[in-house]
């Protein structure tokens, strides 16, 4: 049974950095894309950043560009994502999932996942 289970959200202040965390369990996912994304109250989610599982490509969404980084470590399963210059619109619950594209742009769609995780909280206050 695929699990994906997400750690390092928080409460944090304006300006300070995060590091999410997404382990995956039951299955190897080293050539598979694996992405973020995060939904804030009332909001649809979002896009945030993916990686690619061959080549290591990144895409990232407009407003995290410069300040996010998303990273992999294939002998540990597991996909992190470097939060930095936090800000209050970055508050919400943040997603990762394990999917496959063609293209790293298409990596931007919810519809390139199959695997999800339960989400962790990132609060940022000003």
């Known amino acids: 049974q695929v699990q994906l289970v997400e750690s390092g959200g928080g409460l944090v202040q304006a300006g300070a950095s995060l590091r999410l965390s997404c382990a995956a369990s039951?299955?190897?996912?080293?050539?598979?894309?694996r992405g973020w994304f995060r939904q804030a109250p009332g909001k649809e989610r979002e896009f945030v950043a993916a990686?690619?599982?061959?080549?290591?490509?990144?895409a990232y969404a407009d407003s995290v560009k410069g300040r996010f980084t998303i990273s992999r470590d294939n002998a540990k399963n597991t996909v992190y994502l470097q939060m930095n210059s936090l800000k209050s619109e970055d508050t919400a619950v943040y997603y990762c999932?394990?999917?496959?594209?063609?293209?790293?742009?298409?990596?931007?769609?919810?519809?390139?996942?199959?695997?999800w995780g339960q989400g962790t909280q990132v609060t940022v206050s000003s």
């Open positions: 999932a394990v999917g496959w594209a063609a293209t790293i742009q298409a990596l931007k769609s919810l519809g390139a996942y199959d695997y």
């Open positions: 039951g299955r190897t996912f080293s050539t598979y894309a």
């Open positions: 990686i690619n599982g061959n080549s290591g490509s990144t």
